[in-house]
């Protein structure tokens, strides 16, 4: 069974910084593909994030602001978030496509809230 688990979150005002962290453990044997997305109130998931095989990919709207990193050792995705502001706001999910020893699927994290207000 896998578990993913978001933390990070939070109330930050515009122009400031959050980092985002999430982790999946369980009997995982691979991972190929770690994202972010991130859903605003009355909107659509978007991506915000992703890596998959070296290569990363950003939403336009992030670009030269969030920085996607990944630490396979402890299979752990970050999302740091610089310069915020109140479009940044919404709840953001982590998401891992991944192995495990019978079965390949994408998991998703719980979500958590960032909220970039005065």
């Known amino acids: 069974q896998v578990q993913v688990v978001e933390s990070g979150g939070g109330l930050v005002q515009p122009g400031g910084s959050l980092r985002l962290s999430c982790a999946a453990s369980?009997?995982?044997?691979?991972?190929?593909?770690m994202g972010w997305f991130r859903q605003g109130s009355g909107k659509q998931r978007e991506l915000v994030a992703d890596?998959?095989?070296?290569?990363?990919n950003y939403a336009d709207s992030v670009k030269g602001r969030f920085t996607i990193s990944t630490d396979n050792a402890k299979k752990t995705v970050y999302l740091q978030m610089n310069s915020l502001n109140a479009e940044d706001t919404a709840v953001y999910y982590c998401?891992?496509?991944?192995?495990?020893?019978?079965?390949?699927?994408?998991?998703w994290g719980q979500g958590t809230q960032v909220t970039v207000s005065s």
């Open positions: 890596t998959n095989a070296g290569t990363t």
């Open positions: 998401n891992f496509g991944l192995y495990t020893a019978d079965r390949s699927g994408t998991y």
């Open positions: 369980g009997s995982i044997t691979s991972i190929y593909y």
